[in-house]
């Protein structure tokens, strides 16, 4: 295992410096544009814009790859990222914000998808499972060690946004210096809407809901922590340890899920995420320490949907097609998070910061009621029957792409599962 592991690890720590950045930067610009004054609206559309840019990249960048090859197009779309990170920082412009997240969600899409495909080639039967459990724990890591440098700079000055550019300059260069064949052409994952809702309704709409209510939360959690209050080291702990709650709370909800009909956990869990929300939102609580921790309780539940939700749509999907499903659920789950910030940014605006969390309950009331009504439906797959549970933080599925899909420990239907030609249904 660890010389399967040893040809990786340059790209990985690679891969560590790009979330880093990304984690960083996507927090730095919120905080820093309600420091400036700018509206709910308008911050919420730093997520929009560059949620829509990922999906796009996720559709168009392998065409690109494909023609000008993996380290031309790596080093191209990291450059383009690190010089949107510096110009962040040089020219204060929130028009000018919300137009550049557009590019950097389409390049780091781009430099995503090439990182995974490049794992998925050094990965062999014995390794491919540890290499996905250790990649999706270093994008933990990436992301929430960008997040926590924000006390230690001015937000005020372009000193942070320097930083940025660094980490992004650093994850390029295991890619660029090294003299390893560069991996197979990028395979594009199509959205079949009809074919994923036959598949699994609930996960369908499921996911969607959930993107809707992370990508809300995502990019409006550092304004809501701000306008409640929040000095900017409690809003990054805030959004760090959202995400280590929902992190610690993978494994008992996925173990659980094995066990029982994964709609009744999904429905549990959204539940809950439910009421902590309309809590926040009744409460309004103004003490950090109450808010602080109701927050992480919405993280533990909220970010453990995701990844049920696409176990229960593999539960009824044939092996040959997991990539196809999680992929095309994926891309899914990025339309939702266009949809989140551009709905709760104008509520926000409009009823205080709080009624972000109303947004993010109706959402997971949805998913709750919606889980509940198909459990009547149709039956659930036995439990010796089922596809195994993978953890999958979803605070990250925003940056993992349809690539990664590939290297989930089920080697023996990749090459099937990518095939372009393979339907699901």
């Given amino acids: 295992m660890r010389r399967n592991l040893l040809p990786v690890l340059a790209l990985l720590f690679g891969t560590l410096f790009l979330f880093m950045g990304n984690g960083l930067h996507s927090l730095l610009l919120p905080v820093r544009g309600t420091a400036e004054g700018y509206e709910t609206t308008t911050l919420g559309l730093l997520g929009t814009t560059w949620a829509t840019g990922f999906v796009l990249g996720c559709i168009t960048a392998p065409k690109l790859v494909r023609r000008i090859g993996h380290v031309r197009a790596f080093s ?22 919300v137009v550049l997240r557009a590019v950097t969600g389409f390049c780091t899409a781009g430099t995503s998808m090439i990182i995974e ?3 998925n080639e050094r990965a062999t039967n014995e390794s491919r499972g540890a290499i996905f459990s250790l990649y999706i724990g270093i994008t933990l890591l990436g992301a929430v060690g960008g997040q926590m440098m924000i006390p230690f700079g001015d937000i005020h000055t372009p000193m942070l946004f320097m930083v940025c550019g660094i980490c992004y300059c650093v994850a390029m260069l ?25 598949n699994s309704p609930v996960s369908c709409l499921g996911i969607l809901l959930v993107g809707i209510a992370n990508g809300a939360y995502g990019t409006l959690g550092a304004v809501f922590g701000a306008r409640a209050g929040l000095s900017d080291s409690n809003i990054a702990i805030m959004m760090s340890a959202t995400i280590f709650a929902g992190a610690v709370m993978q494994l008992p909800a996925g173990r659980l899920s094995d066990r029982i009909d994964r709609r009744y956990v999904l429905a549990m869990m959204a539940c ?65 998070t266009i949809i989140g910030p551009t709905l709760s940014g104008p509520v926000m605006t409009a009823v205080g910061p709080y009624s972000l969390f109303f947004v993010t309950a109706l959402a997971h009331v949805l998913i709750t009621a919606y ?20 953890n999958m933080p979803s605070a990250n599925a925003q940056m993992i792409t349809p690539e990664s899909m590939s290297l989930a420990n089920r080697t023996d239907v990749v090459a099937e599962a990518v095939d372009p030609e393979v339907k699901f249904g």
Wanted: aromatic share 12%; proline share 6%; charged share 10%.
């Fill in 174 to 198: 295991p890619t660029t210096l090294s003299n390893a064949a560069s991996p197979q052409p990028l395979k594009a994952v199509s959205l079949d809407l009809r074919a994923l809702y036959r």
């Fill in 272 to 336: 809950v995420a439910a009421i902590d929300g309309l809590l926040l939102f009744v409460w309004q609580p103004a003490s950090p320490v109450f808010l602080i921790t109701l927050v992480i309780i919405y993280g533990a539940a909220a970010n453990t949907l995701y990844p049920i939700a696409v176990a229960h749509a593999n539960d009824f999907a044939s092996s040959e097609d997991f990539v196809k499903v999680s992929g095309g659920l994926l891309l899914l789950y990025g339309i939702g």
């Fill in 117 to 119: 495909s490049w794992l």
């Fill in 76 to 97: 191209g779309f990291i450059s383009v990222i690190a010089i949107i990170a510096l110009l962040t920082g040089l020219i204060v412009d929130s028009t000018w914000w």
């Fill in 371 to 390: 889980a509940i009504f198909r459990s009547r439906r149709r039956a659930p797959i036995p439990a010796g029957a089922r596809d195994a549970y993978t």
